[in-house]
């Protein structure tokens, strides 16, 4: 004798449970999180272009609508979220700021394994050791 309904509920709670150490707690990084290092003049302004929890999950689309935006639309001022308004840059906005590419875009993009292609035409920074 057996109940079906009973085996299959344990069938599910039982995958559950041997998929639980996968799934995904609040962001990618929640088991070992690199930690960017923030530039002088980063901590003097205090906050990004968008507020953190923005910026560190959607900075690649804002990226790309910054350039779409700059170069299709010819518009080159971003007016953010709390209505301050930047220049629409890579090289003399994002990496202002974040000129320490090595210790900040990079150790993020290492960890999660992405390697954007923009510093083929793009400048980098140079960085001062
Ligand atoms: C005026 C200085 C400034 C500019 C310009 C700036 N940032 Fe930031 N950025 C910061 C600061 C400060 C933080 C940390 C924010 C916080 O802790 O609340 C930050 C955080 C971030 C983070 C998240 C880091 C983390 O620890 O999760 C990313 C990603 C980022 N910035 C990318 C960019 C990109 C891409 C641009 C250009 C579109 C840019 N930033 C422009 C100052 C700046
Ligand atoms: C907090 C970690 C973190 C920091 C800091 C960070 N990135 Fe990223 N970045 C990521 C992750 C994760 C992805 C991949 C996201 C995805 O695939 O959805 C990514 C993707 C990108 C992409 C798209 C690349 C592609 O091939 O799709 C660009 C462009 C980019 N980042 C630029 C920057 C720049 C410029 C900086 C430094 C100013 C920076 N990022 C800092 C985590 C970070
Ligand atoms: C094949 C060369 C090339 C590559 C690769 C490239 N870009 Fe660009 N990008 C350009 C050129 C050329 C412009 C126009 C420059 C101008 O008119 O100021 C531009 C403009 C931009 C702009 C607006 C103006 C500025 O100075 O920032 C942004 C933002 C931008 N690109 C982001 C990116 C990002 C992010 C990547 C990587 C995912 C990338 N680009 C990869 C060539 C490239």
């Known amino acids: 004798m057996y109940d079906g309904g009973k085996i ?5 709670i039982g995958i559950g449970l041997l998929l639980l150490p996968f799934w995904p707690i609040g962001n990618k990084w929640a088991s070992k999180p690199p930690k960017p290092e923030l530039t ?10 968008e507020p953190k929890t923005f910026i560190r999950q959607k ?5 790309d609508k910054w350039r779409d935006q700059a170069i299709r639309g010819g518009n ?3 007016i953010n979220s709390e209505n301050v308004t930047y220049d629409i840059s ?3 906005t994002c990496m202002q700021c974040h000129s320490n590419k090595a210790k900040f875009c ?4 290492n960890y999660t394994g992405v ?10 920074p140079k960085e001062k050791k």
């Open 90 to 92: 890579l090289q003399n």
């Open 106 to 109: 990079d150790q993020c993009h």
């Open 8 to 12: 299959i509920t344990g069938l599910i």
């Open 40 to 49: 002088a003049k980063a901590k003097e302004a205090g906050k990004c272009v």
């Open 59 to 63: 900075h690649m689309e804002l990226l």
């Open 115 to 124: 390697d954007p292609f923009c510093w083929d035409c793009h400048i980098a």
């Open 76 to 78: 080159r001022l971003y």
